[in-house]
C-alpha cells in the first residue's frame, strides 16, 4: 500500500532549489520567452524597475550636491555620458585647425564662388532618370546644382546631388523619412533663407561633403532686455533678439554611398569615395 510522501525529508534542499529557479527568472533575458504576453510584461518590469533606478540615483547625486553646496565645499563633478559621438574611433584624416593645406583647398575648389556669394545658387529638383539628359538641360539654363530624387514604389529611397557644370556627384541613401505634415508641432516654411548647421563633419571627406551642402553658420543671439547708460548719463535700452528653432520638415537621414568626380557617370567615372560594407567594422567609426 502506498503512502503519503514525508515532505520533511530534503525540504530545505527543494527550497533552496527554487530560490536558485526564481533568481534564474529575474536574470532571464526577456528575449528568449516565448511567449509574447508574457515576454511584453518581464520587458514592462525591467524597463520600470530601471526608470526607478535611475530616479533614484539622480536624487541622491541631487542632494549629495546641495549637501556639498550648504557645508562650503566643491559639489562633485557631473558624469559625462558616452555618447557614439564623444566615443568615436580615431581616424587619421580629422582636419586640424591649423591645417594650411585644407584652407588653401577651400578657396580653389568647386564650391568656393558660391560659398564666397560671388554667384547666386540656382538648384533643380527633379526625379528624372536621364541623368545625362538632364545635365545638358540644367548646364544650358545656368543651373549651380542638380538634385535628382530616386524614388522606389513611390517612395524616396536615394538622393544623388550634382554639381554643376563639372561636379562632383555626391550619391546618398535616404531613410526615416517624416514629412512636414508628420512632423509633430511643425512650422511653415518662410522666405527667409535656411541655415544649416552641421556638427561632427571633422574628417577631410566629412568637410569636403560639409561644403558641398553649402555649409552657412549664423552667431545665436541671446534675449533679454537690459537697460544702459550712454556715454552722456542717458538711458539706453539694449534690445536683444530672440531666436528659437522649430522644425519645418521634412525630416530625414542621409547615409553617403559614394562621392564622384565630375558630374554623373557610371560607367567611366573616377570616385573620390565609395562606401563598401567591409568598411562598417564598427558603430562608433565614421567616415564623415
Given at each position: 500500500?502506498g503512502?503519503k ?6 525540504g ?11 533568481e534564474?527568472?529575474k ?9 509574447k504576453d508574457?515576454r511584453?510584461e518581464?520587458?514592462?518590469?525591467f ?7 535611475k530616479r ?5 547625486r541631487?542632494?549629495?550636491?546641495k549637501?556639498a553646496?550648504e557645508l ?8 559625462i555620458?558616452r555618447t ?5 574611433e ?11 593645406e585644407?584652407?588653401a583647398?577651400n578657396?580653389?575648389?568647386?564650391f568656393a ?13 527633379t526625379?528624372c532618370?536621364?541623368h ?12 549651380t ?8 514604389r ?9 554639381g554643376?557644370p563639372?561636379?562632383p556627384?555626391?550619391h546618398?541613401?535616404?531613410?526615416k523619412?517624416v514629412?512636414?505634415k508628420d512632423v509633430?508641432n511643425?512650422?511653415n516654411p ?7 548647421v552641421?556638427?561632427n ?8 561633403i560639409?561644403?558641398?551642402?553649402f555649409e ?7 534675449s ?15 534690445k536683444?533678439?530672440?531666436?528659437r ?8 537621414t542621409?547615409?553617403l554611398i559614394?562621392?564622384?568626380?565630375g ?6 567615372g573616377e570616385?573620390?569615395w565609395?562606401?563598401k560594407?567591409?568598411?562598417d ?6 567616415f564623415?
Amino acid at each position: 500500500m502506498g503512502g503519503k510522501r514525508d515532505r520533511s525529508d530534503g525540504g530545505g534542499e527543494r527550497e533552496t532549489e527554487d530560490v536558485v529557479v526564481v533568481e534564474k527568472r529575474k536574470r532571464q533575458n526577456p528575449s528568449q520567452i516565448k511567449n509574447k504576453d508574457k515576454r511584453s510584461e518581464v520587458y514592462a518590469k525591467f524597463k520600470r524597475d530601471k526608470k526607478i533606478e535611475k530616479r533614484k540615483r539622480t536624487k541622491a547625486r541631487d542632494a549629495e550636491a546641495k549637501r556639498a553646496l550648504e557645508l562650503g565645499e566643491e559639489p562633485p563633478a557631473k558624469k559625462i555620458p558616452r555618447t557614439i559621438e564623444n566615443t568615436r574611433e580615431s581616424d587619421e584624416t580629422v582636419c586640424k585647425p591649423d591645417d594650411e593645406e585644407l584652407f588653401a583647398a577651400n578657396d580653389s575648389d568647386e564650391f568656393a564662388p558660391i560659398l564666397k556669394q560671388e554667384c547666386t545658387p540656382k538648384i533643380l529638383i527633379t526625379t528624372c532618370r536621364f541623368h545625362s539628359t538632364i545635365v545638358e538641360y540644367a548646364n544650358k539654363n545656368d543651373f549651380t546644382s542638380l538634385i535628382v530624387v530616386h524614388t522606389n514604389r513611390r517612395e524616396p529611397d536615394a538622393l544623388l546631388i550634382i554639381g554643376l557644370p563639372n561636379g562632383p556627384t555626391a550619391h546618398f541613401k535616404l531613410s526615416k523619412l517624416v514629412l512636414h505634415k508628420d512632423v509633430k508641432n511643425h512650422g511653415n516654411p518662410t522666405s527667409h533663407m535656411p541655415e544649416l548647421v552641421l556638427n561632427n563633419f571633422t574628417t577631410r571627406l566629412g568637410h569636403r561633403i560639409g561644403r558641398y551642402i553649402f555649409e552657412d553658420k549664423e552667431e545665436k543671439v541671446d534675449s533679454k532686455n537690459k537697460e544702459a547708460k550712454g556715454s552722456k548719463g542717458e538711458k539706453v535700452t539694449q534690445k536683444k533678439v530672440i531666436a528659437r528653432l522649430q522644425e519645418c520638415g521634412p525630416r530625414f537621414t542621409l547615409k553617403l554611398i559614394s562621392l564622384q568626380n565630375g558630374t554623373f557617370d557610371t560607367k567611366g567615372g573616377e570616385y573620390e569615395w565609395v562606401h563598401k560594407p567591409e568598411m562598417d567594422t564598427s558603430r562608433r567609426r565614421f567616415f564623415l
